[in-house]
């Protein structure tokens, strides 16, 4: 048998979803509102060299990595390959996005004005993961669209040939280059390397290791990775570039220099969570 919700019970659903379509307009409005602080741009000569120098790195790799990376990978041990199959699929974005992305739900439903000063610690975290979030998601939808318009066969398709291409196939097995997991390893290891800068040792492992995965199951040729990195790793900064420049977790310092500003411990956000509920209990 079940009891009628009272009137005051539906009130109160209808304010808390509207105080959460009101908080996801805030959010969206932050993040687009007027730069605080213009951040410092390497001049023109600084990113053509940059540039010309990826490019430089991304073909070289193609004429002297590629074919070799194939034929060598063809004499490795068959556990090799298997342990690196079983650990490629931490490279996948969603590992990522899935749960900060739920995360910040929990954290847009648990923010109400009942909060008080709590809100302040669990919207400094929220700017955070939303920049992580979008730090990894950025390059990667880049990545996803360019790299099936490019319509790079992938090894194992190919075989030999490291020069097949049928562009605008737009099929997963002509979408080789760049590697989308490579791009999600290095955009992780800038967003999550920005924030906590102790975690950066296990992030170059984590980045490194995803990009290898992705050449020794034949997923993906060297010079795929290489131009993965390079997305991943500047795409991540621009993003950190646009939330320094609007002072969401970032700050641009005196010397131009983009530096994560300080945020609340892990302990302070779950007694912010927690908190209310113990009181209300008490």
């Not at 073909?59 to 074919?67: I, K, N, T």
């Not at 790793?233 to 970032?250: D, M, Y």
């Amino acid at each position: 048998m079940t009891m009628a919700s009272s009137p005051s019970d539906g009130l109160e659903r209808v304010s808390r979803l509207l105080w959460i379509k009101l908080n996801a307009r805030a959010t969206i409005a932050t993040l687009f509102r007027t730069p605080c602080r213009q951040v410092p741009w390497p001049t023109q000569w600084a990113m053509g060299r940059f540039a010309v120098g990826a490019i430089a790195m991304v073909v070289a790799s193609m004429f002297v990595l590629d074919g070799w990376a194939i034929a060598y990978i063809r004499r490795c041990p068959a556990s090799l390959i298997e342990a690196f199959n079983r650990f490629t699929d931490l490279g996948k974005s969603g590992y990522w996005l899935w749960p900060i992305g739920l995360v910040l739900a929990g954290l847009a439903i648990f923010n109400c004005r009942k909060l008080g000063f709590s809100r302040l610690i669990l919207a400094a975290w929220s700017v955070r993961l939303g920049f992580v979030f979008t730090a990894i998601a950025a390059p990667g939808l880049f990545v996803a669209i360019v790299k099936r318009l490019i319509g790079r066969a992938r090894p194992l398709v190919a075989g030999d040939d490291v020069w097949f291409y049928a562009p605008f196939g737009w099929k997963v097995d002509y979408a080789s280059f760049p590697s989308g997991h490579a791009t999600t390893g290095f955009a992780t290891l800038v967003a999550i390397g920005a924030i906590f800068p102790q975690a950066r040792g296990l992030l170059w492992i984590y980045a490194v290791m995803v990009a290898l995965s992705r050449v020794v199951v034949t997923a993906h040729h060297p010079s795929d990775v290489v131009a993965g990195a390079v997305v991943g790793t500047v795409g991540a900064l621009l993003v950190r570039h646009w939330f320094a420049a609007r002072r969401l977790g970032f700050r641009v310092g005196a010397d131009g220099v983009v530096r994560s500003m300080p945020g609340p411990s892990l302990r302070r956000i779950f007694k912010a969570i927690t908190g209310p509920q113990q009181t209300a209990r008490s």
